[in-house]
């Protein structure tokens, strides 16, 4: 049950990097955020080729970055794979290694510092939490109340934050980079779903395994908190952001059918 959790909570911090995602690409255009997010740009964006080419896809064209503040920077790289159903699979699955495997260096070179302020959260199951598994109310609303503390925990951490550490800001801002870009942005979404099955199938061997790589999985747990833990704090931040200039708008646009008419003007319609 504890590694039905782990993909479960796999599966979110996909999910949500897509969605944080697709949320700043309708606030700016692409090809800015694709600057702003240089190295995961790179990372995810190589993978992919590499996983076309490997299994014998032809690239049309490929383009980590555009120049052009018009054109869409993210997915610029055009492929035809050998393969329709394997092809675009291995290519999205080899990005997603890639950017963990970026962000699990990234917390090995950069991110002590950091880790060791923001402690360990249960936010991800746990085999200590009571109840295990969510087959309850009670067990839901812990699940819930744990993902508060962590928004919280994730605030404060980065308050006490030493940022004058030259590995501070690098590592935060690496890890929001690749947490975002862990799954290949706008690709087809089966073949991601087909990778981020494949992975989690790989959880469940490795988990089974014996307790060496069993403990290597519990080695990545606090890691894998710390990137929902990201997430989940730039997913809030962008809905407040949305919220406001949303109501920004329709205050707006209400105040100005309230405002009275010029004499001789024409009555919108």
Known sequence: MVYVEFILWMVLIVFCGIGVYRLWARMVKPAWLAWALLPATIVSEMAYIFGCLITGGEIRHARLLSLSQDGDAAGATEAAPRWKVLGPVVAALLAILACAGAI????????????????????????????????????????????LKLLRRMCETFVRLDWLDWRVPLFVYLAACLSVRLAPVRRD?????????????????????????????????????????????????????????????????????????????????
């Not at 090995?108 to 060791?116: D, I, N, S, T, Y």
């Open 189 to 269: 979404i089966r073949a991601t779903l087909a990778a981020v099955g494949i992975v989690a199938v790989a959880i469940v061997l490795i988990g089974t395994a014996g307790p060496g790589p069993r403990e290597a999985l519990e080695f990545l747990r606090p890691v894998l908190t710390y990137v929902w833990g990201v997430l989940l704090l730039l997913l809030a931040v962008t809905l407040a952001i949305w919220g406001v200039v949303g109501l920004g708008r329709a205050l707006g646009g209400r105040s100005a059918q309230l405002a009275p008419a010029r004499p001789g003007a024409r009555p919108r319609r």
């Open 104 to 147: 699990g260096l990234a917390d090995w070179l950069l991110g002590e510092p950091v880790m060791k302020e923001f402690g360990f959260v249960r936010a991800l199951a746990d085999p200590t939490d009571q109840p295990a598994a969510l087959t309850s109310w009670d067990a839901f609303w812990l699940r819930m109340e744990n993902q």
